[in-house]
């Protein structure tokens, strides 16, 4: 089955304590995303790959980090997380290096809270 | 001003009643517009693309107006399954983003 997967699916932390949400997809896809879901703001993307060893910040990328290496994986890394990252996080992909211009897949979301 | 906003909602309307969403978004220079489906804590999925001619799929009817810069989305002879936030999202401001609206929520009813 194509799907995007995500985990863990829920989380609560500790601020300060390093933390990793993984992502994976079975499409091939070369475009992957991260996107965090906070009431009143929607989404809003944070980082981006067009492919693998390339990726660009988006609109939110403070106090993340990401990295592609693969191109099945695109993990998204919080160093030192802080109370104001608490949210819902997507990965999404999508097929081509024009990937903003085609039909984002989303993966099931983590939601993730950082005491 | 938001790059793309839309009306929160929620739209509250009757099972077979028509309704419409519009969005507007800032970026004059974006080429790709489309409509998601998000229902409750669940990730968004596809509704469908927009196109500059417009395009139709089964009850949903999507527009664009580039001259004023909306998209807008038609629903008709609303089902109860058709409740769920409407996000419009479009590309840009650097090509290879995504914007997302802040999503309208409809709520069919009986």
């Known amino acids: 089955e194509a799907q995007v997967t995500q985990n863990p699916r829920y989380l609560i932390t500790v601020t300060g304590k390093k933390l990793t949400v993984t992502c994976s997809q079975n499409?091939?896809?070369?475009?992957m995303s991260w996107y965090r879901q906070d009431p009143g703001l929607g989404l809003r993307q944070i980082y981006y790959?067009?492919?693998?060893?390339?990726?660009d910040k988006g609109d939110v990328p403070e106090g993340y980090k990401v990295s592609r290496k693969e191109k099945r994986n695109f993990p998204l890394i919080l160093e030192s997380p802080s109370p104001n990252q608490t949210s819902l996080y997507f990965c999404?992909?999508?097929?081509?290096?024009?990937?903003?211009?085609?039909?984002?897949?989303f993966g099931p979301g983590t939601r993730l809270t950082v005491l | 001003r938001k790059e793309v906003e839309q009306d929160p909602g929620p739209f509250n309307v009757p099972e077979g009643a028509t309704v419409a969403f519009n969005c507007t978004y800032s970026n004059s220079a974006s080429q790709s517009f489309f409509w998601y489906r998000q229902d409750c804590r669940k990730e968004p999925k596809l509704l469908m693309s927009?196109?500059?001619s417009g395009n139709e799929d089964g009850r949903f009817t999507a527009q664009l107006n580039r001259a004023s810069q909306y998209i807008s989305l038609l629903i008709r002879d609303s089902k109860l399954s058709d409740s769920a936030t409407y996000l419009c999202?479009?590309?840009?401001?650097?090509?290879?983003?995504?914007?997302f609206g802040g999503g309208t929520r409809l709520m069919v009813k009986p």
């Open positions: 999202v479009v590309n840009g401001p650097a090509g290879n983003m995504l914007t």
């Open positions: 790959s067009m492919n693998v060893e390339v990726t």
């Open positions: 927009v196109y500059s």
């Open positions: 999404a992909s999508s097929g081509n290096r024009r990937g903003s211009y085609n039909e984002q897949f």
């Open positions: 499409m091939n896809h070369e475009y």
